[in-house]
């Protein structure tokens, strides 16, 4: 059974990282103050997919990669020998999939690409490679779809991917994704939070991926600060979880706060918008006090026609978001991207979708940032994202000429909105 571990600052990373059986700690504490050296946003999908095996080829001691899923196609089998490469030249290479992530992504493969991507999964550990799927610890969370979204990808070269995107075609070939490049005490703390499903985990390693004290600054230009959010709800000791919760998820709470906060604008993506109800009420309460929300998500055929589930799940508050003033936008690839942007000064990104899921069931993990070089980069992204010609408003009219059929499917879906 995984249990929560706890989350160290960096000068605790130093002092601790040759201790690994205090790493075992638990604490609540989810959300602390952290730095990078290097920050670098990546939007091009073939840059991020260069910039992923260049890390693994670069690698020397140890590649740390999580997941949510592996679909079976030609970035999966270019992956995996990469990653068979490394493990032929004595790197220790983990590899984390979540367990009903990788469920899902069935519906993406045929029978015989199910079957091929065992075989290349089955050989990658034959040859060493720690290949772990995550399940969370209680049966009730394994059923109803508990697990673990964040993705990490990190090595001893001191460089952090942190992203939104999988190892699949849909987010190199289709949907909108991101990544940050990330260096500097920063990758440690993930690292760390990537050690809480890792059994008997390398707390030497910690201590690696930190910068040396001559590089806390990069090129003179000052580091980047950060406020690192992140949590596993699995974790909840609720024999409940995750009908019913002990602890709020401290993402979800901080994100409220910061709505709350907001005087001016809100603006986010998500993969479909349908989030927790405490979300809902902060970003009502915002439109109320004149504050724009703008809400960027998914069309109903962005996941290639296998299933329109989610958008139905979605769309269920659509008649109350748009009568009350949001501005929602859906992206017929898909929108995959995880950022907000309040007041054009605050910048959050990482993993967390505006999903009921998010709050609940997934481990999800989330950078916040008043620095204005990444506001500014997000403000540019949402500004090109605006006039992107497969990103479209849709409209209170949009919405009453749906097909009948669409309108009652969505009805049928409603009592489920929070599991789809």
Known sequence: MQTQRELLTPQQILEKANAPERLTESADNEQFSTS????QLILDRQQEWQARLRMVDAAREFLYISTYYI??????ITFLAA???AVSRGVRVYLIVDGFGQTLSSNLMTADGKKKLRALLDDLRAG????IFYRPPKLLQRLIGSGYHIKYQVSEQRQMLFSSSNISQMSFNRWMEFSALLEGPVVAAMLNDLFQVIPQPMSA???KVLPAHEDTMRNGHLPYSFEFLTTIPANDPSPLSPFVQQRKNPITSALVEHINAARSSVVLTSFYFKPHPRLVSALLAATRRGVRVEIHHSHRGALGGVTRLPWLSASARYPVMLDAGFV???HELGQHTKFVLIDDRIAWLGSYNFEHSADDRLAEAMLVTEDVRIVQQLQLFFQQLRTDPKNGIFSRDDFDALPHMLRFYRLLCLPFKRWL
């Open 128 to 131: 060493g490679a720690k290949l």
């Open 36 to 39: 990078a050296t290097q920050f």
């Open 205 to 207: 390693d910690l201590e």
């Open 83 to 85: 990653l068979k490469r």
């Open 328 to 330: 929602i936008y859906e």
């Open 71 to 76: 679909e079976y196609d030609d970035y999966a």
